[in-house]
C-alpha cells in the first residue's frame, strides 16, 4: 500500500482517539448524572403511595436507564484499549497478498473461428426443354437416388420437332441414296466413253499405218496420188474421233467427280438432320426430370400445370448430406501455417452434437483481397444427419508457431499509457513492473513477443497502485500456468 494511503489510515485512528477522550469526558458527566438518578429513584422507591401510582412505574425505569448508561460506559472502555501500534500497522498495510501465474510456450496457437456447414453435393434442377408440367413424384425432404424420376413434363411442340426432323431426316437419306444411284450412272458412261476412246485410237493408229504404207507405195508409183489423199484423210478423221472420244472420257470422269461431290454433301445433309433428330429426342428424355445424385430435397417449387420455360424456373434443389464440408475463412495472420492435415475441431452449438475433430482436407492457397482471408475446407462424415448444411459452426485450428513465444493470461496485462506492462514478483517478492511487446491475442490467454523470458511470477489482476519496488506478499495456491 502507498504512504498516502497508510497517512490516511493513521489519520483516522488519531481521530478514534479524539472520538475516545471525548467519549471519557462524557463518561464522567454519565456517571454523575447516574448518581444523581440513582438517588432520585431511591426517593421515588421511598416515597409514599398517594395520588398517581409512582411505585409501579419506578423499579422499571430505573432498570432501563441502568442499562442505558452501562452501553455508555463500555462503548469508551473498549476504545481506550483498542489504539494500534503505529509501526505494526504500517507493516500490515504495505505488503499485498496477491496471485501469480506463469508464462507457457507457444509452440502452438489455437484460434477459435466462425464456420459455414455446406453438402458434400448440392443442384438446383431446372427443365432443359420448354413445357407444362403433368406430374411431380417427390415432395419437401424426401429421400431420393441417382436416377429417380422426380416430375414429368408435357413437350407437344418438341414432339412436332421430332417428327419433322425424322421426315427430313428420311428425304436427306433418300437424296443421298438417288445420287450414289447418279453416279453409278456416270461411272458407266465414262466406262462406255473409255472403250470409245480406245476404238477410237486404234483406228487412229489403223489409218496412220495405212497412210505410211501408201505413202511409200506412192514413191513408187503402186498407188495413185488420190489413193494417198484418201488414205490422209481418214487418218485425220480418225485422229479427231479419237480427239473427241479423249474429250468425253475427261467429260466423263469430271461428272462422276461431281457426283461424289453431291454425294458426299448429300450423305453430310442426311447425317445432320439425323443429328438433329437424335438431339432432339435427347431433349425429349428431359422431359422425365431425374435425380442426378443420392440425397434429400431440400426445395420443391414444382406444381402441377404450370408452364416450364427451359433453362429459367427451379423445380427442385437436391443436396447430398452423407457427407460435410465445414468451410471456414482463416485470418491472413494464421493462413501461412495453416496447411492440409492441421488439426482442428467442429462444434454447432445449439444442435447438440458434441465437438467432432478432423483435420483440414483442403485449402485454397490464397488469400481473398476483399476481407484478407483464406478459404480452408474441413471434411467430415454426417452419415447420421447430425450436421445441418448452411448452419454456423465454430472451428478451433490448431496451427504450430515458427518462433517459440510465450503465452499469458489476459489477467495479467496492466495497460498503461505508454503500452502493455506486467507486475512481475521477484525472488525477494518485491514487484518490477515490465514493458511487453503484445502478438497474438487468443481469448483468455494473449502471446507475448518480447519482454519476458518465460520463468517469471506474473501478478493476476494488478493494480494500478502497484509500483517497482513494492513488497508483496504471494499467496501459497497453486500457480496458474493454464
Known amino acids: 500500500m502507498s504512504p498516502a494511503v497508510i497517512d490516511q489510515v493513521f489519520t483516522i485512528a488519531k481521530s478514534s482517539t479524539a472520538l475516545r477522550r471525548v467519549s471519557e469526558a462524557h463518561l464522567g458527566q454519565s456517571a454523575e448524572l447516574a448518581a444523581r438518578r440513582s438517588q432520585q429513584v431511591r426517593v421515588i422507591a421511598t416515597a409514599p403511595a398517594t395520588g398517581w401510582p409512582w411505585k409501579r412505574f419506578a423499579l422499571p425505569a430505573a432498570a432501563i436507564f441502568a442499562v442505558v448508561v452501562g452501553v455508555g ?41 466462425p464456420a459455414t456447414i455446406r453438402p458434400w453435393q448440392i443442384t438446383t434442377l431446372h427443365s432443359r426443354v420448354t413445357g407444362y408440367l403433368s ?72 489409218s496412220q499405218s495405212q497412210l505410211l504404207r501408201s505413202e511409200r507405195l506412192l514413191a513408187t508409183r503402186a498407188v495413185s496420188v488420190d489413193e494417198y489423199d484418201t488414205f490422209q484423210k481418214q487418218w485425220k478423221a480418225r485422229t479427231a474421233d479419237a480427239t473427241a472420244a479423249q474429250a468425253d472420257v475427261s467429260r466423263r470422269q469430271t461428272s462422276l467427280a461431281t457426283h461424289d461431290a453431291i454425294i458426299e454433301a448429300r450423305e453430310a445433309t442426311a447425317k445432320s438432320r439425323q443429328s438433329n433428330v437424335e438431339r432432339l429426342k435427347e431433349l425429349q428424355g428431359f422431359k422425365r426430370i431425374v435425380a442426378p445424385f443420392d440425397g434429400i430435397v431440400t426445395r420443391r417449387t414444382a406444381e402441377v400445370g404450370m408452364l416450364i420455360t427451359a433453362g429459367t424456373d427451379s423445380l427442385f434443389v437436391i443436396q ?79 496451427t504450430p508457431q515458427n518462433n517459440t513465444y510465450w503465452t499469458i493470461p489476459t489477467n495479467t496485462l496492466q495497460m498503461r499509457v505508454d503500452g502493455p506492462h506486467v507486475a512481475i514478483v521477484g525472488d525477494d517478492n518485491h514487484v518490477e513492473m515490465k514493458s511487453v511487446t503484445l ?44
Open 135 to 206: 406430374a411431380w413424384h417427390v415432395d419437401l425432404g424426401a429421400r431420393v437416388k441417382a436416377g429417380d424420376v422426380l416430375a414429368e413434363l408435357e413437350t407437344p411442340e418438341l414432339d412436332q420437332e421430332v417428327a419433322e426432323g425424322e421426315s427430313q431426316a428420311r428425304e436427306a437419306a433418300a437424296a443421298a441414296v438417288q445420287a450414289r444411284a447418279e453416279r453409278s450412272e456416270a461411272e458407266a458412261a465414262l466406262n462406255v466413253a473409255v472403250a470409245q476412246l480406245a476404238r477410237a485410237k486404234a483406228e487412229a493408229d489403223l
Open 73 to 113: 460506559i463500555s462503548q469508551p472502555q473498549k476504545l481506550l484499549h483498542s489504539e494500534p501500534d503505529k509501526a505494526e500497522l504500517a507493516h500490515q498495510m504495505s505488503v499485498q497478498s496477491v496471485n501469480v501465474a506463469k508464462p507457457s510456450p507457444a509452440t502452438t496457437v489455437k484460434v477459435e473461428l
Open 439 to 482: 502478438g497474438r491475442n487468443l481469448g483468455a490467454r494473449v502471446v507475448v513477443v518480447d519482454g519476458i523470458r518465460g520463468n517469471e511470477r506474473l501478478i493476476v489482476n494488478p493494480s494500478d497502485a502497484l509500483l517497482s519496488g513494492t513488497l508483496v506478499e504471494v499467496n501459497s495456491q497453486k500457480i496458474a500456468q493454464k
Open 320 to 398: 447430398d448430406m452423407s457427407r460435410v464440408r465445414v468451410q471456414v475463412n482463416v485470418p491472413q495472420a494464421n493462413s501461412a501455417l495453416t496447411r492440409v492435415g492441421s488439426e482442428a475441431t467442429v462444434s454447432v452449438p445449439e444442435s447438440g452434437v458434441q465437438v467432432v475433430r478432423g483435420t483440414i482436407t483442403r485449402v485454397a492457397d490464397s488469400v481473398d483481397s476483399t476481407n484478407r482471408t483464406m478459404l480452408a475446407e474441413i471434411e467430415l462424415d454426417n452419415a447420421t444427419h447430425g450436421f445441418q448444411p448452411g448452419s454456423y459452426a465454430q472451428v478451433t485450428l490448431t
